[in-house]
């Protein structure tokens, strides 16, 4: 929150004990005697707001425009800073004590002014795969009509396969006459659940290219199960719509990192709009109230719920971190970067999309909806709806086959899901 209205005590501690995150949640950032003595921060409803003395706005503007470096040290207008955002901005950072936190409009919105602030005609960017579809089409369509090139490996790569990748966008932007702007990951992958080994990129990094900044979208696991900062990325990437929101009724993004390279990102974002409102930064942060006890019910219904699947007949795998074998690489990376293994998974039927779809509409609890990490279940098929854009080429490379089910598991009773996906099953 800006300088001179943080609350008398935005305290983290209690002598030296160190108060957890979702104790923080509760009220961190917010002084009940600046608004009436009311527990809860009101929804501040303004476009913009009133300067005590116009040397104030001066010197407030002189944050918003750059010439002062860091951001704004007070309110000024709805597109730069809001009361609510920036106690969301503030609450969002303690899950992976990260320096700085920006909040935004929706998920592309904070992946799509990410990328625009740091890469420039002739840069690489460097990626992991596979990507959310929209990511892949903004760095694969979009960026690439501005001379922006990119370079990618498997999410399950190795060191080795991870250096080749480097010195492939290295060339490559030499010979574009730019750089290596970001190396941009994934894990686990959307929709497939391929961790990507943060550490054997950081190591990679630090070798080949020590200037250029990771980030790694962290929505299926984070910030419960996973936090990428730990293992050497330096900014975090969410979908807020998802676990942050935790009941499908917003949309937004997010982004957790290093100070230095957020203050790059918050000019673009001043600029271009994208802000994340008042009423849905109010409604974030009484969803991360609760962010910890739901995360939690629903992993453990997964977990339920994947044993059932994993022994049908009709079912040829899935794919859940928790059944990642001992001894595979994929199970190395699980247990060195990750504390959870979820509650969004991929079913792959016996069959392709015809099974699939079969089993989607005989569903009677779980929705039909694509999106994932509400308070109820969600299942969808990528290869026909998230990733429909994909080219038929690559969703086989990535293995988003017809027959692939992403099921998103809720908090309700585990017996009842199953009992729900048995019935489906049997309509296949």
């Not at 070798?207 to 990428?228: E, H, K, Q, Y």
């Not at 937004?252 to 271009?272: E, F, I, Q, W």
């Not at 009709?314 to 247990?335: P, S």
């Amino acid at each position: 929150m800006s300088e001179g209205r943080k609350p008398k005590n935005p305290a983290t501690h209690i002598g030296n004990h160190k108060l957890d995150p979702a104790t923080l949640m509760m009220g961190y950032g917010y002084d009940p005697s600046l608004s009436e003595g009311s527990l809860k921060a009101p929804i501040f409803h303004t476009s913009t707001f009133v300067f005590e003395k116009a040397a104030d706005g001066k010197h407030f503007f002189e944050g918003i425009t750059g010439k002062r470096p860091g951001g704004t040290d007070g309110l000024v207008y709805a597109r730069f800073n809001n009361p609510n955002q920036e106690m969301l901005e503030d609450r969002l950072a303690l899950w992976e004590d990260a320096e700085e936190a920006l909040v935004f409009s929706s998920g592309m919105t904070a992946i799509s002014i990410l990328l625009l602030s740091f890469a420039r005609p002739g840069d690489v960017i460097l990626m992991s795969g596979p990507l959310y579809a929209a990511t892949e089409t903004i760095i694969m369509k979009i960026l690439s009509q501005f001379g922006i090139g990119h370079v990618d490996f498997p999410a399950g790569a190795t060191r080795e396969e991870i250096d080749a990748a480097m010195e492939k966008a290295k060339t490559l932007a030499d010979e574009q006459g730019g750089s290596v702007a970001m190396i941009y990951l994934e894990s686990p992958g959307n929709p497939t659940n391929a961790l990507v080994d943060v550490q054997a990129v950081d190591a990679a990094r630090k070798a080949m290219l020590p200037d250029t900044p990771i980030a790694i979208d962290n929505t299926f696991l984070g910030p419960l199960w996973s936090r990428p900062q730990d293992h050497g990325a330096d900014i975090s990437v969410y979908s807020l719509t998802k676990y942050a929101g935790g009941h499908s009724d917003l949309v937004a993004g997010g982004l957790t990192g290093k100070k230095a390279l957020l203050d790059k990102v918050r000019p673009m974002r001043n600029t271009l709009g994208g802000i994340c409102d008042a009423n849905t930064a109010w409604m974030l942060m009484r969803s991360l109230e609760t962010l910890e006890l739901r995360m939690s019910r629903a992993g453990e219904n997964a977990e339920k719920v994947c044993k059932f699947l994993r022994s049908h007949d009709k079912v040829d795998r899935v794919a859940y971190l928790g059944f990642l074998e001992e001894g595979t690489r994929q199970r190395d990376i699980y247990d060195r970067h990750d504390l959870g293994a979820g509650s969004t998974f991929s079913l792959y039927l016996k069959g392709g999309e015809a099974e699939a779809f079969r089993f989607l509409d005989a569903l009677q609890i779980a929705k039909l909806a694509v999106s994932l990490g509400g308070t109820e279940t969600l299942a969808s098929a990528p290869a026909a709806m998230t990733h429909l854009s994909v080219p038929d080429e690559r969703r086989k490379q990535l293995d988003i086959t017809d027959s692939l089910v992403r099921i998103s598991i809720g908090i309700e009773r585990p017996e009842d899901l199953i009992a729900d996906f048995s019935n489906a099953l049997d309509a296949v």
